[in-house]
């Protein structure tokens, strides 16, 4: 019995020639980009149409890793971004958790608040740091306000660096946190009812029922937004270029690469591009995201099998 | 039969689509080789659009508005398409638009941190890399390059003697905006001294009156608000720079912590509490409130303070970074915006036309009296209120540090004499302490390059 659904001969070429298209798209837009990456991180590319290209083999990495106080500087942003990584990681897992767990509840109104949980993933990096600088706005904001009442008050993204990166932490989790709550909802939804109705029959806790039904069976939802949630953070810099800007101590690797890329390292000094070191830069995070995501990666899916099958 | 054609032709056209989308709307030239329309001008009648590109500076924008405006009357058949985009922007869509040959004339900083002869294995300006892939166009032959005065030309324009920019004007960084009716309030003269300044802050504090304030969410206003000390210390600032990079400068033997000294009381004593929130653009606002004493900032921001409350009376003076009354009459600064033209335009015709308009003695001086700079062109005189103000210093103005800086490779992230280094904006304390590690940062690059 023939189950293929193009005929024979040349038709059957037909399936690879849809997929062709896809394909291509996806070779210039994604891996075209990626390979053309590391090729420039071994020259002095300026980004620039027409500048001569020189090959300048590891210059480039030994500047970024190994040259004077700014490779040092490199490493205290890479520690940085790992701390980003955990804390934004961490808090926005299970804060994503809890609120799905509460809008998958059959309430009135819940739709209501899974739209508002929702909401800020619309906007964009720009409207979302926005509307927190104008919150965050120390001498008279809204929050610094409310501090007033109380007699406190804060620099909040104009202190002192741990507590600015604070702010983005919190701001970063804010505007994703609806992402991660979408997942954990949709995961919920395809748990069927009866084995809840079954564990309610055996008298188990609450907590039992978590433990042993929803969070086995969330499984394929939590190594999703797990893996989501540490490869997005480690990439983050929007938040920190619109809240912060350049500040000392404040950068992540992601901003660096982009300041390093664009001449953006001063806001009162003209810089030059060094898209070639950018490059560089940009591989090194890549190496990083490896390094975690893989382990991470293939943890996760053998607890999957092991739960699941 | 119809069902393999249809499959076939779906896929066809799913190709041409990708391979249309993927491609350009015009052909590319060859490298090196000027695209066929360069070579021809657009006749007289024929309807062609200038596209300009412009950073956001209030002022600027309603005068190129208005000035556009008249240029289109006076050429009908030109239509001027202007963009404006943020000033920390402008370098990376000038770069962008440039090389798809998207853009006619930019608006382009001067042109400032070109390599030394004493500097080592540094990255050449942004500017300079643009000249060298040909996308900036060589109007050396212009007639209207004669109508601004040959330093402006010779300083900020022109790289291995041809001239790429027309620079529009000069701005200072080192002075204080002051409230006039706050200072007559409280009797208190304007100072003329470092001594002066500080008994003036401490008589605003005492009177619960916050002495300045700055756009410290930014950082760099900080440092620009105190380029009257390292002016003090240092009045030749491009000595400064060599002798930083050959070492017989640093920033911490006695003369620096004498400065770093002064930035901790800057910093710590004279900025309002909160100025660390607040972002570089809402600064002249909050000055204009009246609720400050002092701003202290670039010729720049006048225009921003009329705009937020036009009857505010306010003066301009240089930062007194020293006790000496004498070593406090200079204006540091830089040159701010100039046009260039895109190396690959197809309107060279048109933005030859643009720039000679603007470049017409009367029509500057509308353009300078808009934006408050000090003029490139010498008959041009400074008629604003900005300009009042800075007329007596005139001739003591010199080009800044920052335009002649270039951080050598390696070094770490504090090697500047930012006073932002300083709590609350950032995390020293110590004047000696700081010192000691800007010198270690610059020196750490000094070293990795030797």
């Known amino acids: 019995m023939n189950n293929y659904h193009f005929g024979r001969g040349r038709a059957r070429l037909a399936p690879y020639l849809l997929l062709l298209p896809g394909f291509l798209f996806y070779l210039v837009i994604m891996l075209g980009p990626s390979v053309a990456t590391g090729v420039y991180s071994f020259t002095d590319a300026s980004g620039i149409q027409g500048t001569a290209l020189h090959w300048i083999g590891f210059e480039n990495y030994r500047e970024f890793l190994f040259m004077g106080q700014a490779s040092l500087d490199n490493y205290a942003a890479l520690v940085r971004t790992l701390i980003f990584c955990f804390c934004v990681t961490t808090i926005q897992f299970t804060l994503g958790l809890v609120l799905a767990m509460l809008v998958n509840q059959r309430l009135k109104g819940v739709n209501i ?56 932490i919190f701001v970063q989790i804010w505007a994703n946190l609806g992402v991660t709550m979408m997942i954990f909802i949709a995961g919920l939804q395809t748990i069927p009812g009866d084995l809840y109705e079954g564990a309610q029959i055996d008298g188990a806790s609450p907590w039992q029922v978590f433990r042993n039904i929803t969070w086995p069976l969330l499984t394929p939802n939590v190594n999703t937004n797990l893996l989501l949630n540490i490869i997005g953070s480690l990439q983050a810099w929007q938040l920190f270029l619109v809240l912060l800007g350049y500040r000392n101590g404040t950068q992540v690797l992601g901003y660096l690469i982009f300041a390093q890329g664009f001449g953006q390292t001063s806001g009162s000094v003209t810089s030059a591009f060094r898209q070639g070191y950018a490059a560089a830069a940009s591989i090194v995070l890549f190496c990083l995201v490896l390094v975690i995501g893989l382990p991470v990666q293939y943890f996760l899916q053998r607890r999957e099998e092991k739960i699941l099958g | 039969m119809f069902k393999r054609s249809s499959v076939l032709i779906g896929v066809i056209a799913m190709l041409a689509t990708l391979l249309a989308a993927c491609g350009s709307s015009t052909p590319a030239a060859p490298a090196g080789q000027a695209p066929a329309a360069e070579t021809q ?111 402006a030309i010779k300083d900020a324009g022109t790289y291995n003697g041809k001239v790429y920019q027309v620079n529009l004007g000069r701005v200072s960084y080192s002075g204080i905006y002051y409230n006039k009716d706050l200072f007559t309030a409280n009797n208190v003269a304007v100072p003329t001294t470092w001594s002066e300044l500080v008994a003036a802050c401490a008589t605003f504090k005492a009177a619960n009156i916050p002495c300045m304030t700055a756009g410290g969410k930014d950082g760099w206003p900080i440092f620009v608000g105190a380029y009257g000390l390292i002016g003090a210390e240092y009045p030749d600032q491009a000595q400064l720079v060599e002798g930083l990079w050959t070492g017989s400068a640093t920033w911490n033997d006695a003369k620096s912590l004498d400065m770093w000294t002064k930035m901790k009381t800057y910093a710590q004593d004279m900025m309002e509490t909160g100025a660390s929130g607040i972002a570089g653009d809402a600064a002249p606002g909050r000055f204009a409130s009246g609720a400050v004493a002092m701003f202290p900032g670039g010729t720049w921001y006048a225009s921003a303070i009329d705009a937020a409350q036009p009857s505010f009376k306010w ?86 540090y920052e335009q002649y800086w270039v951080a050598p490779k390696g070094a770490g992230e504090f090697a500047n004499p930012y006073a932002s280094y300083f709590k609350p904006f950032g995390t020293f304390d110590d004047p000696q302490a700081l010192a000691d590690k800007v010198q270690a940062d610059l020196q750490s690059g000094l070293d990795a390059n030797k």
Do not use: C
């Open chain 1, 113 to 168: 608040f899974r739209t508002i949980f929702f909401m800020p993933v619309i906007l964009g990096a720009v409207i979302q740091g926005l509307i927190w600088s104008l919150f965050l706005y120390p001498l008279g904001g809204p929050l610094a306000s409310l501090l007033g009442l109380f007699g406190m008050r804060s620099e909040f993204l104009g202190g002192q660096p741990n507590e600015a990166i604070a702010w983005v």
């Open chain 2, 41 to 151: 001008a657009p006749a007289a009648a024929e309807n062609v659009t200038l596209k300009v590109l412009i950073h956001q500076n209030p002022p600027m924008v309603d005068f190129m508005n208005t000035f556009n405006e008249q240029f289109q009357a006076k050429y009908p058949n030109i239509t001027v398409d202007m963009a404006v985009v943020n000033a920390n922007d402008l370098s990376t869509v000038t770069q962008t638009r440039l090389t798809a040959n998207d853009v006619d004339v930019v608006d382009m900083f001067g042109f400032a941190n070109a390599a030394q002869p004493y500097m080592k294995n540094v990255t050449a300006p942004n500017w300079q890399t643009l000249i060298d892939a040909g996308l900036l166009m060589d109007i050396s032959d212009q007639p209207f390059i004669k109508n601004y005065d040959d330093a």
């Open chain 2, 315 to 400: 003066g301009y003076i240089p930062f007194p970074g020293s006790d000496n009354a004498d070593e406090n009459k200079y204006l540091f600064g830089k040159y701010d915006q100039g046009w260039v033209v895109a190396g690959k335009t197809a309107n060279k015709d048109a933005a030859m036309k643009y720039l000679t308009e603007f470049s017409d003695p009367a029509n500057y001086q509308a353009f300078a009296n808009a934006v408050g700079f000090i003029p490139t062109q010498p008959g041009a005189t400074l008629s604003s209120p900005i300009g009042a103000e800075v007329a007596p210093y005139l001739a003591n103005f010199r080009v800044g």
